[in-house]
């Protein structure tokens, strides 16, 4: 009897203690879900607001997810491009890296895997993205977690420094950065090629430039280094010495960069292979240097006869003696043009010997303008004080004004009317030549009295030297005075130049 009982409380006993293990276990099933339900929830949250584009996609590649970053990178909602695969979006020439990454994951089960692709927006516009991805398990099925790094800009300035490099490198052009307080020098891929090298070397400083410098150049250029504070930068012509004897120059250029207190740190510029356009300069001072010379032994002799009819005029008309007179005028022009031609390097304006005289400047212009006033298109005003009087070289002042009258009509042929003005100040006079032509692009005035340069207007071709308004600028400043351009494209311009009265 007693031991029936006890079966009957161990029995029970057990029962209970059974209904309890189920309940607890129960207990902690419901816990355990209520945690995964928060879990998910979270993992939800922080996928669909997370700021980096996040796609889960299937070993098919079809995506299953995507969060709002991805949709707005692509300019999709969520239900147009959940359910398509990622090759719908994929530039052509991209599909088969995507095909890479299914291999290296689905099969060969590499855990994660990054590659760089392009792919369209919604738009069909294009964007560069690093490709992150990394499996990971759930319900039985292995997933791709992928993450999506926008590098569009980056992709952009890669490619625009690789367009940069390759201008660089065939327009004989390198970019170069001087610290000013170590010397040491940063460049450009091809910066060391302008120097003779094949292989990039391992450090440039600023001594290294010196060995490369011909003698005669590397005093100025020093110079020019030691004056980057004064001058706010560095603008030479450097000749360099080459093992093989071939002529080689460099234009080195900087401008200065300075720190919050205003001194200089480093210099920043450019250093060009002006090789072909030196070639293109000495064939030019050839040329004009025999031309010249060749010149002037008919030019004596005409001159010659000329001074013989001056003298011998018995019998001659009033007309004839005038056009002799004017003749002599123009010869004597011609031979001042020759003597500038001979002597038209680049010290020009110190070599100017001038010849000062006292004249009137009014008769002078109009004597010059008279010279131009052919055509039945345009028409010559002078305007000023005829009684204006100053201190200079007439011969000289009147080849400035015929370079820039002569300009004005060759390079403004539509303007229909050309004015000269003449304004007199208290210590300076100042002339000015305008015409109503195509007018100058403002990148290309600084360049206009530069020696041999020629502005160019719609492809059209001039006939000269490009040495007029160079000589002319040489004239002007060799009188102490100064000589500019004004002009506004598609209204004209004005030249003009000032000169001190008493010289």
């Known amino acids: 009897m007693i031991n029936l009982q006890n079966r009957i409380v161990k029995s029970l006993l057990s029962d209970t203690l059974f209904k309890i293990g189920m309940q607890e276990k129960k207990i902690e099933l419901n816990h355990?879900?209520?945690?995964?339900?928060?879990?998910?929830?979270?993992?939800?949250?922080?996928?669909?607001?997370?700021?980096?584009?996040?796609?889960?996609?299937?070993?098919?590649?079809?995506?299953?997810?995507?969060?709002?970053?991805?949709?707005?990178?692509?300019?999709?909602?969520?239900?147009?491009?959940?359910?398509?695969?990622?090759?719908?979006?994929?530039?052509?020439?991209?599909?088969?890296?995507?095909?890479?990454?299914?291999?290296?994951?689905?099969?060969?089960?590499?855990?994660?895997?990054?590659?760089?692709?392009?792919?369209?927006?919604?738009?069909?516009?294009?964007?560069?993205v690093n490709v992150t991805s990394i499996l990971y398990e759930d319900?039985?099925?292995?997933?791709?977690?992928?993450?999506?790094?926008?590098?569009?800009?980056?992709?952009?300035?890669?490619?625009?420094?690789?367009r940069l490099?390759?201008?660089?490198?065939?327009?004989?052009?390198?970019?170069?950065?001087?610290?000013?307080?170590t010397h040491e020098v940063f460049r450009s891929p091809d910066h060391d090629e302008l120097f003779g090298y094949r292989e990039r070397q391992e450090h440039w400083t600023l001594e290294n430039y010196y060995p490369h410098i011909s003698a005669e150049y590397l005093p100025a250029f020093k110079s020019a280094i030691q004056n980057i504070e004064a001058e706010g930068g560095m603008d030479i012509q450097v000749k360099l010495n080459r093992p093989d004897g071939a002529l080689q120059w460099l234009n080195v250029k900087g401008k200065a960069e300075h720190d919050q207190n205003g001194n200089p740190v480093k210099l920043i510029g450019v250093i060009n292979d002006i090789t072909t356009d030196k070639m293109i300069e000495r064939h030019k001072d050839d040329f004009i240097s025999i031309a010249s010379h060749e010149l002037k032994t008919p030019v004596t002799s005409l001159k010659a006869s000329l001074q013989l009819l001056s003298i011998?005029?018995?019998g001659i008309s009033k007309r004839v003696k005038t056009l002799i007179m004017q003749a002599n005028k123009g010869i004597n022009r011609i031979s001042s043009i020759i003597d500038d031609l001979l002597n038209a390097g680049k010290n020009y304006q110190d070599q100017l010997e001038l010849r000062k005289t006292t004249f009137n400047l009014y008769d002078l212009a109009q004597e010059i303008s008279e010279q131009f006033v052919s055509s039945d298109t345009q028409s010559f005003t002078l305007t000023g004080n005829k009684d204006l009087m100053i201190y200079a070289d007439s011969e000289r002042i009147g080849r400035v004004l015929t370079n820039l009258i002569g300009n004005a009509v060759k390079y403004a042929?539509?303007?229909?009317?050309?004015?000269?003005?003449?304004?007199?100040?208290?210590?300076?006079?100042?002339?000015?030549?305008?015409?109503?032509g195509p007018g100058i692009a403002q990148e290309k005035i600084p360049l206009l009295f530069d020696r041999y340069y020629q502005a160019v207007h719609e492809q059209e071709q001039y006939s000269g030297l490009g040495l007029g308004l160079f000589i002319s600028a040489s004239i002007i400043r060799r009188h102490e005075g100064e000589i500019g351009v004004d002009s506004v494209p598609g209204q004209g311009s004005t030249f003009w130049f000032t000169l001190p009265k008493s010289g």
């Not at 319900?139 to 690789?162: I, P």
């Open 312 to 314: 011998k005029q018995d």
């Open 413 to 436: 042929p539509g303007s229909a009317e050309l004015k000269t003005e003449i304004q007199d100040g208290q210590a300076f006079v100042k002339v000015s030549i305008t015409d109503n």
């Open 139 to 162: 319900r039985d099925h292995t997933y791709g977690f992928t993450v999506l790094d926008d590098v569009t800009a980056m992709k952009a300035f890669q490619d625009s420094q690789k």
């Open 165 to 181: 490099n390759i201008a660089l490198k065939y327009s004989g052009t390198a970019i170069w950065e001087l610290n000013l307080q």
């Open 32 to 128: 355990f879900e209520k945690r995964f339900l928060e879990c998910d929830t979270k993992f939800n949250t922080i996928f669909d607001l997370t700021s980096v584009a996040t796609k889960i996609i299937r070993s098919d590649l079809t995506i299953i997810k995507v969060n709002r970053a991805l949709c707005e990178l692509l300019g999709y909602q969520p239900e147009e491009i959940e359910g398509t695969k990622i090759l719908d979006h994929a530039c052509e020439e991209y599909i088969s890296h995507w095909h890479h990454l299914q291999e290296e994951l689905w099969s060969k089960q590499v855990p994660f895997f990054k590659l760089q692709v392009c792919l369209y927006r919604k738009d069909r516009t294009l964007v560069w």
